[in-house]
């Protein structure tokens, strides 16, 4: 679920929230459909300074887990949509993928097309994945750019 408020509205965004997912829950229940209120997690995005009072948004008598980093169709968030938790990520597992390709060529006779279509499984589809991230900080993008060219 999504809300919008300015920061000096954040009571009325957290019971907004609150009655938001309440309704979920009970559409859930009606189609008999099971939700955990123990695996909702709760992020607000600002940039501004948020207390962690102001984070705490509650259900049912139950605090919802506040997730700084919630992972949305495999793509990580933040909460200033920096996304610098998500191209790390990307750079770790590109970087990983890359190391194997290398050990593969060193081990194996394959020939430069074989390995070209190791290299586009393994590491070009996880440096373009969620490359919509146009708002990339140049820094970041030749990062990735880097570790997904074949070295």
Excluded at 21 to 35: D, L, M, P, Q, Y
Excluded at 88 to 109: W, Y
Excluded at 112 to 137: D, M, N, P
């Amino acid at each position: 679920m999504w809300q919008s408020r300015k920061p000096e509205e954040i009571d009325e965004l957290k019971e907004e929230m609150a009655q938001d997912i309440g309704k979920a829950i009970e559409w859930t229940r009606k189609w008999r459909v099971n939700i955990s209120i123990e695996k909702t997690e709760v992020c607000m995005f600002t940039k501004k300074k948020i207390s962690k009072e102001d984070k705490t948004i509650e259900l049912n008598g139950k605090e919802l887990n506040y997730n700084p980093n919630p992972k949305l169709l495999g793509v990580i968030l933040d909460e200033k949509m920096t996304f610098g938790k998500h191209l790390e990520t990307l750079e770790k597992r590109a970087s990983r993928n890359l190391t194997i390709l290398r050990e593969v060529r060193q081990i194996s006779k394959m020939n430069t097309k074989k390995l070209l279509q190791l290299y586009f499984c393994l590491i070009r589809s996880v440096v373009e994945y969620s490359c919509q991230l146009g708002c990339l900080k140049q820094k970041d993008s030749k990062n990735l750019d880097r570790t997904g060219s074949a070295h």
